[in-house]
């Protein structure tokens, strides 16, 4: 009766004796019994009542908790076809190599293919083959036993895995940003492989907790109107699009380029309308490349560097290489030289760090050029014998040897500074000091050039001795048009004059025009790490307040001055990160502002040059279709190597962006 229902039997019939009412013809009871028994509605009761008291005696699990059990293996079920797809996909993108191949379809299966079917799927067979072997075969079952339209290997899912990837770098990257409050922004374009405008957008910030300086790339954003305005308007979009705080921008780093740095019409210009304390800086390695590259017009130092590229265009064959290898490892030899260097280096039209290692390369090995240049002028391939020849007779002039010891020379000091300012952890200060110690060394070298180019001289006059060949002053004529045309007859004041003194005094002009701007920034700023108390601080100190008056209280800043100069003056400061590190903001929290401010000022936009180099190994000849969400994705899983992406936030992300039919969080 406890179990029994209303109806049951043929057209469901009301249930009557032993249900609901009382049983009394017990003559037939015997039969009656054996009747009911073998009804179906008393086989369901007692198997009900047999359920109940399972559960009752905690010998069964409630039906609610079966049905979850269910589900949570079934979940785990699909976590094993999943989980290691999406770890495939995430080494693959940490590593920067591409994940499709020739035949990317269909089944995937133990055995090796007859075609490449891709890095994705031969690093996925791989994983299942180490699982299978470890004895754990429940990876390979779940795949085996799934639908063919739940492997999660399409090039679809791929997408979806790598946008999830990307979504979750971004979202801690914006958090970091808007969490230490000021930012400046880094951005450059190039186009890419198939010919789309890339523009790259990264921005540089300072971390209150690790007490570092970050330079962060943030995406590519592709764009097909390269006017100020439209770059502007596409800056400020991506930024609200990652809700950045925009009213944290405080500087801006570009290249020179007249769309980017124009004073009307350019990208600085249109920002600094909307948001006036975003400082455009120009890029400091861009200005030390130009002024170097300008000091290098001399017609000598133009004409000398012409050469070296030809040298290494003529020998840059595999016939002629292997015969310049022969050559330098028998001067290597002979000179107990210990150079790992096997070949010259192409003199790069942008990357003036690789023209100083250049011509550091073409300087240590020129007696060995010289040497191979005259075996092969005894060539029998005429156009090798006669190129050399050319070579041969350039490179033993006393014009193209005195112009590539000054170079050398004069390179050794700007060689290290092009790589410094590549850093990220430096800021505007440190650069703006070593640009000037750099400076001031070569005006003392211009002071004292009688000393100076006589020791170069004098070592040039050793070498010649080395390579038979002699110094002497180019042929005179009464009207000279087209070149230098000194009265003497000392070789060495003739090349001090019209080579040595035009190139230091050429590049030290050029360093201080290119940085005057730099220098008009650092000086409304140095109030914070000098406590010189003169009449030009205190104008520094009230028109800083007030170009800042929205971050800082103007009516504290004069008394916390005082107070931070008092302390500065038992302190060793040599940059801005130092005085971050020393100022304590709940004293000075106005200062602290400010000093960090001036930390997020950017010194280069090297950043967005090398998310170029990431751009160039991920979108390839052979990858020129790669889509945009696929490219930001695979390039942050690349470049944010040190941001963390679990398995466990990609599933997460997968299963907010889409239902899923096969559900896999547990």
């Known amino acids: 009766m406890l179990y029994a229902k209303n109806e049951a039997g043929l057209g469901n019939q009301s249930l009557g004796q032993l249900c609901f009412k009382p049983f009394q013809a017990w003559k037939k009871a015997h039969d009656k019994f054996n009747k009911h028994e073998s009804s179906n509605y008393h086989k369901q009761s007692i198997l009900e009542y047999q359920l109940h008291y399972s559960i009752a005696s905690n010998k069964t699990l409630p039906i609610n908790l079966q049905l979850d059990t269910i589900k949570k293996k079934q979940r785990e079920n699909n976590r094993k076809i999943i989980v290691p797809v999406i770890e495939t996909i995430i080494v693959c993108g940490r590593q920067g190599i591409a994940l499709r191949g020739h035949k990317d379809f269909g089944p995937l299966n133990l055995e090796e293919p007859i075609e490449n079917d891709g890095n994705f799927r031969t690093f996925l067979r791989q994983y299942l083959k180490a699982t299978v072997n470890a004895g754990n075969d429940s990876f390979l079952l779940a795949r085996e036993n799934c639908g063919r339209n739940a492997k999660y290997t399409s090039p679809q899912i791929q997408n979806e895995i790598v946008d999830s990837c990307f979504e979750i770098i971004l979202s801690k990257i914006v958090h970091k940003i808007n969490k230490n409050c000021y930012f400046s922004i880094l951005a450059d374009e190039t186009s890419d492989v198939s010919g789309i405008e890339q523009f790259s957008l990264c921005v540089r910030y300072y971390d209150l907790e690790d007490k570092k300086i970050h330079e962060t790339f943030l995406k590519f954003v592709p764009v097909t109107d390269l006017s100020g305005r439209s770059l502007t308007q596409t800056i400020l979009d991506e930024l609200k699009t990652l809700k950045i705080d925009l009213k944290y921008l405080k500087g801006q780093g570009y290249d020179g380029a007249a769309s980017m740095s124009g004073k009307f019409n350019g990208v600085q210009a249109c920002i600094r309308e909307s948001y006036p304390s975003a400082i455009y800086i120009h890029c400091s390695a861009h200005n030390l490349n130009l002024s170097i590259s300008y000091a290098c017009s001399v017609a000598s130092i133009r004409n000398a560097m012409g050469t070296v590229e030809s040298i290494y265009a003529f020998l840059n064959t595999p016939k002629r290489q292997f015969e310049f290898t022969k050559h330098l490892n028998k001067f290597k030899e002979d000179n107990s030289c210990f150079s790992q260097k096997e070949k010259l280096k192409r003199l790069c039209p942008t990357r003036w760090t690789e023209r100083h290692n250049s011509i550091d390369v073409f300087y240590d090995f020129q007696p060995d050029i010289i040497s191979c240049f005259e075996e092969m002028i005894l060539s029998s391939n005429i156009k090798s014998s006669s190129k050399a020849a050319q070579l041969l007779s350039a490179v033993q002039t006393s014009e193209f040897n005195v112009s590539l010891i000054v170079i050398y020379k004069i390179f050794q000091y700007t060689k290290n500074l092009c790589t410094y300012l590549q850093k990220k952890n430096i800021d505007l200060f440190q650069a703006l000091n ?188 052979l990858r020129n279709t790669t889509g945009q969400l696929r490219l930001n994705g695979l390039a942050s899983l690349n470049i944010h190597r040190e941001v963390e992406v679990t398995v466990e936030e990609v599933m997460q992300k997968l299963s907010l962006n889409q239902k899923r039919r096969a559900d896999f969080i547990l």
């Open 434 to 621: 070593h640009i000037n110690l750099i400076i001031s060394e070569l005006q003392n070298i211009r002071s004292n050039c009688d000393i100076e180019f006589h020791k170069y001289f004098e070592e040039l006059t050793e070498r010649s001795k080395k390579m038979d060949f002699e110094i002497s002053i180019p042929r005179m004529a009464k009207r000279q048009k087209h070149r230098s045309n000194y009265h003497t007859d000392d070789p060495e004041k003739y090349f001090k004059v019209s080579v040595f003194l035009p190139f230091v005094n050429n590049l030290v002009q050029q360093l201080n025009d290119r940085f005057i701007n730099h220098k008009n920034i650092i000086a409304g700023f140095n109030f914070l790490i000098s406590n010189n108390n003169n009449n030009n601080n205190q104008q520094a100190i009230k028109d800083l307040g007030e170009f800042y008056s929205s971050d800082i209280d103007q009516e504290a800043i004069e008394t916390e001055v005082k107070l931070w100069h008092t302390h500065l003056e038992k302190l060793n400061v040599q940059s801005v990160l130092d005085a971050l590190d020393k100022c304590n903001k709940d004293l000075f929290p106005n200062i602290f502002k400010l000093l960090q401010i001036f930390a997020t000022l950017p010194v280069t936009s090297c950043e967005t040059e090398r998310s170029f180099s990431t751009l160039k190994r991920i979108k390839t000849y």
